[in-house]
Every structure is written in structure tokens, then in C-alpha cells.
């Protein structure tokens, strides 16, 4: 069973920056798809971002492209997620996802993500 504990978010004030982190408990870290979702209220989770096990192939949801970063720490087994110029509407509860499966690339459907942290509250006032 992976265990997955977010950390991070707060409030920032529009154009600031916020980081999120992601601990997971599994050892083989290294070959889980993680990904990052988000959910306004009323809204449904979306997809923000996805990166593969090594790192070195990621996936951005358009609203975020260039001013979110996905990374991740294999050795320490936490995946990021950086956000600059922060927009009012990015304002969500961020989730981290593990995705036990071989992709090629990354998937955006919440659905093929096997285990979920518990949510980490972003907010961004105008």
C-alpha cells in the first residue's frame, strides 16, 4: 500500500509563487508515474501535472504551461511541484497521485492513478 503525504501550498497573493511536495512510502518510488491534480470547489479534479519515473518525461496541463514545474527526488522519494506567476483561478486543493503502471507517456485521466494523498490547500487571492 503506497502512502502518499502532500505538504506545502498556503495562500500567495496573485503573480506569487508556492510550492507543493509530495512524500510517498513505497521503496520503488523511482518506477511510479506521479502526477499532481487539482480541485476547485464545484469543480471536478483536473490534471496539472504528470512525470515519469525518472524524471526526464513530463506532462503539463495547458493552463500551467510555463509557469509550473514537475519534479521529483527519487532518493528521497518526493515529487514537486513548483508554481510561479499564480493566478486567482489556480486556486484549488492540489493532489499527488501514483500511477503503479508502465506509460509511455504519462496519463492525464485521474482514473489510472492508483493511490492519492489527501489534498494540500492552495489559494490565491486577487
Known amino acids: 500500500q503506497v502512502q502518499l503525504v502532500e505538504s506545502g501550498g498556503g495562500w500567495v497573493q496573485t503573480g506569487g509563487s508556492l510550492g507543493v511536495s509530495c512524500s510517498a512510502s513505497?521503496?520503488?518510488?523511482?518506477?511510479?508515474?506521479m502526477g499532481w491534480f487539482r480541485q476547485a470547489p464545484g469543480a471536478e479534479r483536473e490534471f496539472v501535472a504528470a512525470?515519469?519515473?525518472?524524471?526526464?518525461?513530463?506532462l503539463y496541463a495547458d493552463s500551467v504551461k510555463g509557469r509550473f514545474t514537475i519534479s521529483r527526488d527519487n532518493a528521497e522519494k518526493t515529487v514537486y511541484l513548483q508554481m510561479s506567476n499564480l493566478k486567482p483561478e489556480d486556486t484549488a486543493v492540489y493532489y499527488c497521485?501514483?500511477?503503479?503502471?508502465?506509460?509511455?507517456?504519462?496519463?492525464?485521466?485521474?482514473?489510472?492513478?492508483?493511490?492519492w494523498g489527501h489534498g494540500t490547500q492552495v489559494t490565491v487571492s486577487s
Open positions: 497521485a501514483a500511477d503503479v503502471n508502465w506509460r509511455l507517456v504519462p496519463s492525464k485521466t485521474s482514473s489510472s492513478y492508483d493511490y
Open positions: 513505497e521503496i520503488t518510488f523511482s518506477t511510479y508515474i
Open positions: 512525470t515519469h519515473g525518472s524524471g526526464a518525461n513530463t
